[in-house]
């Protein structure tokens, strides 16, 4: 296990690389000059002088490989530069804005799992009935609505009309996070029910079940036992995906709710060229599928006995 957890880890380190590359290149490569762009959003008026001086202090007279050599150096060290528009050190604004995606994440993802998985196992072992076709019918609608679409309904009927939860932002403590938690949860359990479904009837239909049926083994020992087991690696995968995109922040959703978290920093930065927190959040973004993938491959390694044979 440990041999195989250093093998999958170098191998993610140039993914990184390339990654960090590519966003450099675009960032600075593009039409708008920097210096500009600063001077847009600060609203002031340099020289020519002043330009040039400023380019010169921040490098951008350089080759653009060792203006990336020089990046990638502080970057490591903690250092991802001064945004644009606040003039605010682009790692701690980052770090302010995580918890409020984190809090967001885990409750959606309870959420998911609290809803799907039962809802899938009960529509497949009531395969066909009106429960199974119930169960897939809302599935089906849920999956069907945007995320915007979903979050304007809830806050009309949940915040406007019935006035249980605060519309946006997140003065209103613990109510604050529902209605984006539902938004997020909503879309997500409506499709990892119809998953959990097919992976739980796939398993059920193999061989290992009808032998155990044969042997008088009683049908909830099988599910509980056998079944669920085996369809762990199609959930784990989902899951992954899921805490993979809910980490880099929704930003629609972030956005509608006024959630201040990494989702509508990356917006909002977009929507300023502030090109220091872009790249910032395409680092991050970058760091958390390559550190999702790197658990969903462990846990694999750990769940299914055929992949520890592969890599032995």
């Given at each position: 296990m440990k041999k195989y957890v250093?093998?999958?880890?170098?191998q993610l380190i140039p993914i990184l690389l390339g990654i960090t590359l590519l966003s450099f290149l675009l960032m600075n490569t593009g039409t708008a000059d920097v210096i500009d762009v600063m001077e847009s959003n600060t609203g002031g008026v340099l020289s020519l002088q002043e330009?040039?001086?400023?380019?010169?202090?921040l490098g951008l007279d350089k080759p653009i490989v060792l203006q990336y050599v020089v990046w990638l150096g502080k970057v490591l060290r903690g250092d991802m530069g001064v945004s644009f528009v606040s003039g605010q050190?682009?790692?701690s604004t980052f770090l302010s804005r995580l918890p409020a995606t984190i809090c967001l994440t885990i409750t959606s993802i309870l959420f998911t799992v609290a809803v799907s998985i039962p809802l899938g196992i009960w529509a497949a072992v009531r395969q066909d009935g009106w429960i199974d076709h119930l169960i897939r019918f809302l599935s089906f609608i849920g999956n069907s609505l945007p995320n915007f679409f979903v979050s304007l309904l809830l806050i009309y009927f949940f915040a406007l009309k019935l006035k249980l939860f605060p519309v946006?932002?997140?003065?209103?403590?613990?109510?604050?996070?529902?209605l984006p938690t539902l938004t997020l949860g909503i879309a997500m359990a409506s499709k990892y029910t119809r998953q959990v479904r097919a992976a739980v009837l796939e398993e059920m239909g193999k061989g290992y079940v009808q032998g155990a049926r044969a042997r008088g083994v009683g049908e909830k020992k099988i599910l509980w036992s056998s079944v669920l087991k085996s369809s762990m690696l199609t959930i784990v995968t989902l899951l992954a995906l899921s805490i993979g995109s809910l980490l880099g922040g929704t930003a629609i959703v972030e956005s509608i709710f006024m959630w201040d978290g990494v989702g509508k920093m990356a917006v909002d930065a977009i929507t300023m060229r502030d090109y220091p927190v872009i790249q910032a959040y395409v680092i991050w973004?970058?760091?958390?599928?390559?550190c999702v993938n790197l658990v969903t491959d462990i846990v694999y390694h750990y769940l299914d006995p055929r992949i520890r044979l592969e890599n032995m």
């Open positions: 250093i093998k999958r880890t170098l330009k040039e001086q400023l380019r010169a202090e050190p682009v790692f946006m932002g997140d003065a209103g403590g613990i109510k604050s996070v529902v973004m970058a760091v958390i599928y390559v």
